[in-house]
């Protein structure tokens, strides 16, 4: 059997060939004495014209009454046809079927919103949309870990059970073998977490960042690439409770090195699928997104817009004034809330923005505190259309500093030992950042819901499969 792709790529060496290819019913038009069978294997997002004809097809009657959904394994020639709107087809001379389908199969023509698609999770990926963003989560996926690769980083799978909250907010889901009906108890009646599997509460990480820094202590440069978890009650279309994070970590690094890291990161996974899923992306920006190809093309092409959090705060104050509405009120130490990001992205700067050195209060414990003893050293990126897809900071890496944080948060000291002591032991300034990589498959596909960039996505309410 030859995939599909085989054939668009090498069609001309191909023409008068005999093939065998094996794929998907996509529809079938039955002409009484001939008709054509669309077929895709998935190997590329084109789809395969197949021509049978009565008088050489043994089979023709029963191929016809085929159901969309069905599959097929096709021996034919492969004809040029410089002439149609597709460069070849295959003249059938067998087809077999493989696998029936029925006629309630639920991919019918008419083009299906993605909010039923939601309620075929099985089937969904056999959709042009699907295959588009799935492919291009791929190209994207392998174009991250060269780029790294490239670079000499190191590539780190931090664990997905851990006993430490990496981002202190909270938001984590337990893991535990305890009866939690029953659960054992300690004298003064609270759980007793010392008779759990670990001996102690675990959970699902929320972020690999605290051992990535364990590593890159030691290798210099480094980057996970790993699913991690967030109980957040957030049903927004960019939330979801099982995602897919990379965070690269590096020593010897600065806020400013974060930013031109994540830069290159992004211009570099634009560029690749531009170069590499052309059909793809064609599709998305005539059915799903018409600004998509142009916006990529520009962000590949242009410099990242950069300000600190005071000045964004100052646009959006003004935004105010000039008689722009926002939901939540703007003032000198709110998070920004997704309205305020993309006015930031859309409107104001027209392209992605890193906003920096964001008040103390509303970041992580890690982040280095700057000399104005208000603000840390975290950057966001924001993007047109998301808001922020990039989390990051330079570490504190000075011991007196961080103990001091962890204590006036009142952290648990003893979950964050290993953590002071990488500034015990040859600290350096070190920075990272967390991208969210469906964040990124949304920006790359244009498509505006978190649910249709994952496989099987998890979010509030809902865990199908
Ligand atoms: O900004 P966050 O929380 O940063 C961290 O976790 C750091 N430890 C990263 C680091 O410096 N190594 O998350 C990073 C990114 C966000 O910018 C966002 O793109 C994504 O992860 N993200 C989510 N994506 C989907 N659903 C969620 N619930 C997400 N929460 C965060
Ligand atoms: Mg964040």
Redesign the pocket.
């Known amino acids: 059997r030859t995939h599909i792709a085989q054939l668009f790529a090498n069609s001309q060496e191909l023409g008068g060939q005999t093939v065998t290819v094996a794929g998907w019913v996509r529809s079938i038009r039955n002409m009484k004495n001939f008709g054509f069978v669309i077929l895709n294997d998935g190997s590329c997002f084109n789809d395969l014209q197949v021509v049978m004809n009565r008088e050489t097809l043994a089979n023709y009657d029963e191929i016809a009454s085929q159901n969309t959904g069905a599959s097929l394994k096709v021996t034919g020639t492969l004809k040029l046809t410089p002439e149609a709107k597709q460069p070849f087809e295959i003249a059938a001379e067998s087809i077999e079927v493989l696998g029936k389908s029925t006629p309630d199969y639920p991919l019918q023509k008419k083009r299906a919103t993605p909010e039923f698609l939601r309620t075929i999770q099985h089937i969904r990926p056999r959709t042009n949309l699907f295959r588009a963003v799935f492919r291009i989560r791929s190209v994207a996926a392998m174009a991250i870990h060269e780029f790294f690769q490239s670079r000499g980083f190191v590539y780190v799978n931090t664990p997905i059970i851990t006993t430490s909250d ?2 202190g ?1 909270g938001e984590m889901f337990r893991v535990t073998t305890l009866d939690m009906a029953n659960p054992p108890l300690t004298e003064d009646g609270a759980i007793d977490w010392s008779k759990d599997f670990f001996g102690k509460p675990a959970s699902l990480t ?4 605290l051992n ?1 820094e364990n590593f890159a202590m030691a290798f210099g440069d480094v980057y996970t690439f790993g699913p ?1 978890f ?1 109980a ?1 009650d ?1 049903n927004t279309k ?4 099982e ?1 897919w ?1 990379i ?3 590096m020593a010897f690094a600065d806020l400013e090195d974060d930013m031109e890291m994540a830069e290159a990161m992004l211009k570099y996974v634009i560029n690749t699928v531009l170069e590499k899923c052309p059909d793809e992306l064609n599709m998305l920006n005539r059915f799903v997104d018409k600004g998509l190809l142009e916006r990529l093309h520009h962000v590949a092409s242009s410099d990242f817009a950069r300000v600190t959090y005071t000045d964004a705060i100052k646009i959006l104050e003004k935004a105010v004034e000039d008689g722009h509405k926002f939901e939540y009120p703007v003032k000198w130490g709110i998070d920004l809330q997704t309205e305020h990001e993309r006015y930031l992205t859309e409107q104001h700067f027209g392209r992605p923005t890193f906003v920096t050195d964001y008040p103390a209060g509303i970041k ?1 414990f890690y982040m280095r505190m700057n000399e104005d003893g208000k603000t840390v050293a975290a950057v ?2 924001l993007v047109p259309g998301i808001g ?6 330079q570490r504190e890496e000075r011991l007196d500093v961080l103990e001091e944080r962890i204590d006036q948060l009142g952290m648990d000291k003893d979950q964050y030992r290993y953590y002071c002591d990488l500034r015990r032991y040859g600290t350096v300034e070190h920075a ?9 498959v949304m920006y790359l596909t244009g498509v505006d819901n ?1 649910r249709d960039v994952l496989p099987h996505p998890r979010t509030v309410g809902h865990a199908e499969f």
Do not use: K, N, W, Y
């Open positions: 990496a981002e907010a929320v972020s690999g960042q990535a991690t967030r957040e957030s960019r939330h979801a409770a995602f994070m965070e690269p970590e992580a966001d990126c922020e897809i990039i989390g990051g900071s990272g950042f967390g991208l969210g990589f469906e964040r990124l978190i």
